[in-house]
């Protein structure tokens, strides 16, 4: 069982869609990630939320925008992506620097 | 520029015995170390961590080992079970959010 909850599982979606990944956590963390995995390599920051902050953009590129509506709850939008994008999107959450972070089971992303 | 390495892109041990995971950094500033756990379709899992002001972490049947000197931790796992077959990716960061993984060690633990 994870404690972090992200939704959908799979997500497939043209070129020219806009859709949104959803993550919520309710462990009372205060600091909120979005990761992108490809396959056999690990996991890449994207963003950190500190406090409902964005306090991290790791120069991702604008077609993704994050959004933190509220402590518990983490989105990323998603708009005019390209095949490259096509990866597992993982979020996670922490009490902050120098804690575990926790992982949600991911969103299998496929851009067609 | 790869900052975490793991070496050993897999590793094979048979169940009962000790599994080694090793992970070699190059950042001296990194100060808290991490292993998860990874099976397909699952995001990673937290297992044991390590601050840098210690050498040795212990949970259970996990115990990670931290050599600042030689920029090198290890994962001992013991004893090793089917269960435990998964890929394991270390992790450091430097007092702030960032988590840098490296890049997984596949481990097959057999009967």
């Known amino acids: 069982d994870t404690e972090v909850t992200q939704t959908p599982k799979h997500l497939v979606m043209g070129m020219t869609n806009k859709k949104s990944l959803k993550c919520e956590q309710h462990?009372?963390?205060?600091?909120m990630y979005w990761y992108k995995q490809k396959a056999k390599k690990p996991p890449e920051l994207m963003f950190v939320y500190s406090y409902e902050k964005l306090s991290i953009n790791e120069s991702v590129p604008s077609r993704f925008s994050p959004e933190c509506p509220n402590s518990s709850l983490l989105n990323l939008h998603l708009h005019a992506l390209q095949p490259e994008d096509s990866a597992l999107y993982l979020c996670?959450?922490?009490?902050?620097?120098?804690?575990?972070?926790?992982f949600g089971d991911g969103t299998r992303l496929s851009i067609l | 520029d790869q900052q975490v390495k793991q070496n050993s892109p897999s590793l094979s041990v048979q169940e009962g015995r000790i599994s080694i995971l090793n992970c070699d950094y190059t950042n001296s500033m990194f100060d808290y170390f991490l292993w998860y756990k990874k099976y397909p379709a699952e995001g990673p899992t937290f297992l044991i961590s390590i601050s840098s002001i210690k050498d040795k972490n212990e949970d259970g049947r996990f115990t990670v080992f931290l050599n600042k000197s030689a920029k090198h931790l290890s994962l001992h796992i013991v004893p090793s079970q089917p269960g435990d077959s998964a890929v394991y990716f270390c992790?450091?960061?430097?007092?702030?959010?960032?988590?840098?993984f490296g890049t997984g060690t596949r481990l097959q633990v057999f009967p």
């Open positions: 996670a959450s922490s009490h902050g620097p120098n804690q575990p972070q926790h």
């Open positions: 462990m009372g963390h205060r600091a």
């Open positions: 992790a450091a960061s430097e007092n702030t959010d960032k988590l840098i």
